[in-house]
């Protein structure tokens, strides 16, 4: 059988927090035809979009840095899941660069008239981790990230928010989280 390649966002500069915790419950699930390529993006040289413009002329980012391998990647993956911490009702700064960098997917379907702007349909997946409770973070980022993935070719099929992990009660809401995130992992490629 050949592989579905899964392109993995990776948001938080933790490993082991709630968002890596939510990622390795997500993926420990997914098929076993499931390659996943993940992207850190603390630990990757992604230079903020500075609106130059030049992909509205070509469909393509003028910039070259680290994010050349998710342009590729994202030519040929079947899958996306993003999971990420809320900072300040959005994106970290390292993953909000490489969403605004994919500004060039948004430049191909509204202003080139590409249909879709990426060949390839995907699905796609949100994992969440907010230390409050209250829900703006989270509604702002899946709003985000529903746009963006619009422009992608993929559907949003799952969001898995993980709220309240800085508060003492914590624990509790975790396991459901965690349960969540491994039925998404689970379900990803029926989704489609
Ligand atoms: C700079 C910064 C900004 C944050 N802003 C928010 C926020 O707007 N809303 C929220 O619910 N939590 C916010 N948090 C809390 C994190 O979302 C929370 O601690 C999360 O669990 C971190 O996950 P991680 O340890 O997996 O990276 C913020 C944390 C930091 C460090």
Partial sequence: MSERLVLALFGSPRKTGPTGRLFDAFIKELPDDARVREFDAFSMK???????????????????????????????AHGIVIATPVYNLSFPAPLKAAVDRMQCYWSRRFLLGMRPPVKKPKVGALLLAAGSVEKSGTDVLERQTSMLMSVLHCRLTACVPFVGTDQTDAADREKAALLAAKQAGYAFFASR
């Fill in 46 to 76: 992604i230079a903020p979009c500075n609106g130059c413009g030049g992909c509205e002329k070509t469909g393509n980012c003028v910039l070259r840095d680290d994010m050349d391998e998710v342009y590729e990647a994202m030519e040929t």
